[in-house]
């Protein structure tokens, strides 16, 4: 028995089994045998039982917003009424989701009233979020360095992810910028700082951006109204994504006939079209006056403007975040446009907002060697970057095609010299690109996977898993629709037993998309 402590008792609170698997795991670790190790759901620790030589181990997710799991309800509050517990050494392993105001919430609790009792922890409380597995490992070799007698290890250890949100994101310098093609619409790379952030992601991840409106939006809104104190109210309203309900408002605000009719349900074709690419300027002038709008009631019906979406390009970088972007800007009725989010990042010289949110439909599985097809069209490349890099750094033997397509060999090859070098390393075995004008037809990546029909079935056979990325209208059912042709034309199925294919490969999560 080790002279540290009498016992090692493992606590733990869990809601879908990850926290009772890592305390299991750890009970039956063959390394931690010599510290009598024991784990037990924290509903049924009985504290009068606990020794002072005995060493608290708790292992606990935070269900939803910061509540406890089922299976650790009322061990917080026992906590509360126990007596005296100084000489009691503890360490906490908490799991949570940054989705949540409360990040942490349940193991954070515990912490604090753990030590309104006395006891003191003996490694620093770690919070991690639902992508956990490498802070666990980090913490378990901790965890042993301090039960063999260095003390130091355990204080000093910083784990702990920070949980940012649209109200308190994380301000990003931008220190990496250029175009990634030769032509417009222009791809953009962008790196983002967040160092010393506490961020933590992987690849297939997303990260949000809550972007400033356009100054020249701003301007035009202030000029229409002949105020200028518009500038202020508009500031932070959604100004470019008009929804159904703000419309509904704005129309009976105004008394707007034109507009009441073009929301009549017989003419939501014509409503699309006239909403798309226009923004809250175009609707002022189009159905409405200063005197019938007032600015005040216009903005109050707004909502705060919304933090914009993108599949990360890099991966479990503690320093760098990166980013593909597509730029949007474009002319109409005379006047310039720009995307909200992509116009902010191409003008601002300031930190940007961001956040970060787990993906875990789009990440590579850890426990399983298969193939993989990535499929991705224009700025849909990003996250794919991010995938190859992480294979890159693993032991993956099993082969990785890549298909990607664009406009233009010459000018929209996006990332071409890192993916040249990946196919010299066998990061990607294969690369097959469709460049759609090119030739005189268009050609597009469902023409060059059926193309390559028979490469792409071996690899379904031996298990691959397909990830795509680009527009939704373009990809979703065109991609669906090229499987069970391959299915049927090279693996010889029939149409039926082709389609039950692609449903299985659904059903069995080995169907990835990330599409906008």
Not at 35 to 64: C, K, T
Not at 311 to 319: K, T, V
Not at 478 to 491: H, L, N, Q, R
Request: hydrophobic letters at 40%; glycine letters at 8%; one cysteine or more.
């Amino acid at each position: 028995m080790s002279s540290y402590g009498r016992r090692l008792v493992i606590g733990f609170g869990s809601e879908t089994g990850n926290a009772r698997r890592l305390a299991e795991r750890l009970a039956l670790d063959p390394e931690f045998a010599q510290f009598n190790p024991s784990a037990n759901p924290l509903a049924e620790f009985d504290l009068a039982s606990f020794d002072h030589q005995d060493r608290l181990v708790i292992i606990s997710s935070s269900f939803g917003d910061g509540e406890p799991p089922a299976n650790a309800e009322g061990f917080q509050e026992r906590l509360k009424s126990a007596s005296d517990m100084r000489g009691l050494r503890y360490a906490i392993f908490g799991i949570g989701d940054v989705a949540y105001p409360n990040f942490c919430g349940f193991t954070k609790g515990l912490d604090a009233a753990l030590q309104e009792i006395g006891a003191s922890p003996f490694v620093n409380r770690v919070d991690a979020d639902t992508d956990f597995d490498a802070f666990f490992e980090i913490w378990r070799s901790v965890l042993l360095a301090v039960l063999q007698g260095n003390d130091e290890a355990g204080l000093s250890l910083d784990l702990k992810v920070r949980s940012y949100g649209e109200n308190n994101a994380f301000a990003a310098p931008i220190i990496e910028r250029y175009k990634l093609n030769g032509a417009a619409p222009h791809a953009w790379h962008y790196r983002f700082d967040i160092a010393g952030s506490g961020i933590n992601y992987r690849a297939g991840d997303n990260l949000y951006l809550v972007p400033e409106n356009d100054p020249k939006l701003l301007s035009g809104l202030a000029e229409w109204f002949d105020e200028d104190a518009v500038i202020e109210y508009f500031a932070s309203k959604e100004l470019r994504i008009i929804g159904k309900s703000f419309l509904r408002q704005f129309a009976k605000l105004t008394e707007s006939e034109a507009l009441k009719d073009l929301l009549k349900i017989a003419n939501k074709r014509a409503l699309d079209e006239y909403l798309h690419g226009r923004d809250l300027l175009d609707l002022l002038q189009d159905f409405a006056s200063p005197a019938a709008a007032p600015a005040v009631e216009v903005a109050a019906l707004l909502p705060t403007i919304q933090p914009r979406a993108y599949s990360i390009a890099s991966h479990g970088n503690p320093d760098y975040i990166d980013l593909c972007v597509r730029d949007v800007s474009y002319d109409k009725l005379g006047r310039k446009r720009r995307g909200t989010a992509t116009g902010y990042l191409e003008r601002t010289t300031g930190a940007v907002p961001i956040f970060v949110r787990a993906n875990p439909r789009f990440h590579l599985s850890a426990a399983s060697d298969y193939p993989l097809i990535l499929v991705g069209t224009g700025t849909g490349i990003g996250p794919f970057m991010g995938l190859l890099e992480q294979a890159g750094r693993s032991a993956r033997s099993a082969p990785t095609c890549l298909v990607f397509g664009d406009r233009y060999r010459s000018s929209d090859f996006l990332y071409e010299e890192r993916i040249r070098k990946w196919e010299k390393t066998d990061v990607v075995g294969r690369l097959i690109t469709a460049f759609s004008r090119d030739r005189a037809e268009p050609y597009y990546v469902q023409h060059a996977l059926k193309d390559n029909g028979d490469h792409i079935w071996r690899l379904l056979g031996e298990g691959a898993h397909i990830y795509v990325c680009g527009n939704k209208t373009n990809l979703d059912r065109s991609i669906d629709e090229v499987v069970c042709d391959i299915a049927s034309s090279v693996g010889g199925l029939s149409p039926e037993t082709a389609d039950q294919f692609l449903q299985d490969m659904v059903q069995n999560q080995r169907m990835h998309k990330e599409l906008y």
